[in-house]
Structures are given as structure tokens and as C-alpha cells.
């Protein structure tokens, strides 16, 4: 079970680094390319709101690998001079926090998205906004004309990510013993060398 959890969580992180390279690349090359349109008299409008929509899912996925690596920002103050056990506790703490928060998360977009209401309806999007006042399947984009619903998507997988991750991460900080040093070694993240 726990092997099951940390190839899972390996395998959801290099998707994540691959995604996060691919909309890193593509973002300047859809803001140069509307530039240019501007310049030329002929701007494409809707790239900038793809470009804002991808942003956020570079955000979403950002955090879930973030909290993943736990390479977020930190002051480790308390932890530096804190006793090893004390140390564990607290990390062991912040691990249940991340794998609640992503619980959270998970459980607002499914009442968000109601799927089981959607099927309830026959996937009948206009006949589920009457009956539930829940328009997120009728909101379309202003300028792409696509879905938003396709765009929100981020927030349920990010949060589904997200709750692997810190599983796998308060399996491993339960699992490490204390170091010689008295305090218990932070989990290298996994790179590939190249970095994100």
C-alpha cells in the first residue's frame, strides 16, 4: 500500500514538472505572439484570456508539486532550535494539515462540480443550472467560447494532487527515523536534474 502511494505520488509529480514546462514555454509565446498581433493592428483577442486561464492552472499544479517537494517558503526558526521529537511532531502536524487541506478542497469542488446531480439530469447542462441554481456548466469564456467548467478543472485535480502528495509526505516523515543529529531529515524531492 504504501509503495502504491509513493509511485503514485513520483509518478503525479514528473506529470506535473512536464506541465509546468510546457505552459512555462507556452506562456511568453502566447503573450509575444498577441504583442505582435497589437503592434500589427491585428490583436488576438482571445489569447489573452487563455493566457490568464492557463496561468491558473500553472498555479494549481505549481502548488500541489510544491507541497509535494516542500520546497515552499518556510521559517524554521522554531524548528532549528526545537527538540528532534518536538521537530517530528511538528512536521508530522504540517502533513496532516496539507493532506486535510487537500481533503477540504476535494470535497468543496465535488459539491461545486455536483456530478452526481449532473448524471441525475443526463448530462442535461441547462435542465441542472434551472434546478440547482449552479451555472458553472452554462458560464462560458468571454472571448474563447469554450466551457469554463473545462478551465475549473484545476482546482479538483490540483486538490486530488495535492491530498496524494501529502499522504505519501506524512508517510514518509512517520517512517523516517530521527537523525543523528537528533532531528528528522527533510525527504529529498525528486528531480530529474533539469529542475522545474
Request: glycine share 6%; with cysteine; proline share 5%.
Amino acid at each position: 500500500m504504501l509503495k502504491s502511494i509513493a509511485v503514485l505520488s513520483h509518478g503525479i509529480e514528473r506529470i506535473e514538472r512536464m506541465l509546468i514546462r510546457v505552459i512555462v514555454l507556452a506562456l511568453p509565446l502566447m503573450i509575444l505572439a498577441n504583442a505582435a498581433g497589437r503592434a500589427l493592428r491585428s490583436p488576438i483577442y482571445w489569447m489573452d484570456e487563455l493566457a490568464i486561464l492557463t496561468m491558473v492552472w500553472l498555479a494549481m499544479i505549481a502548488m500541489s508539486l510544491t507541497l509535494k517537494t516542500r520546497d515552499a517558503v518556510a521559517v524554521t526558526m522554531l524548528i532549528d532550535v526545537a527538540p528532534s521529537r518536538l521537530v517530528k511532531v511538528m512536521k508530522v502536524t504540517v502533513d496532516l494539515l496539507v493532506l486535510a487541506f487537500g481533503l477540504v478542497m476535494v470535497v468543496l469542488s465535488w459539491y461545486w462540480f455536483d456530478p452526481l446531480t449532473l448524471m441525475q439530469f443526463g448530462f442535461d447542462t441547462r435542465e441542472f443550472a434551472g434546478e440547482t441554481f449552479n451555472f458553472m456548466y452554462q458560464d462560458t469564456t468571454s472571448t474563447l467560447g469554450l466551457q469554463k467548467s473545462w478551465f475549473w478543472l484545476a482546482v479538483p485535480i490540483s486538490a486530488l494532487c495535492t491530498c496524494i502528495h501529502g499522504l505519501f509526505n506524512l508517510t514518509q516523515t512517520l517512517a523516517r527515523p530521527l537523525g543523528a543529529d537528533g532531528k528528522t531529515p527533510t525527504p529529498e524531492p525528486l528531480t530529474d536534474g533539469i529542475g522545474v
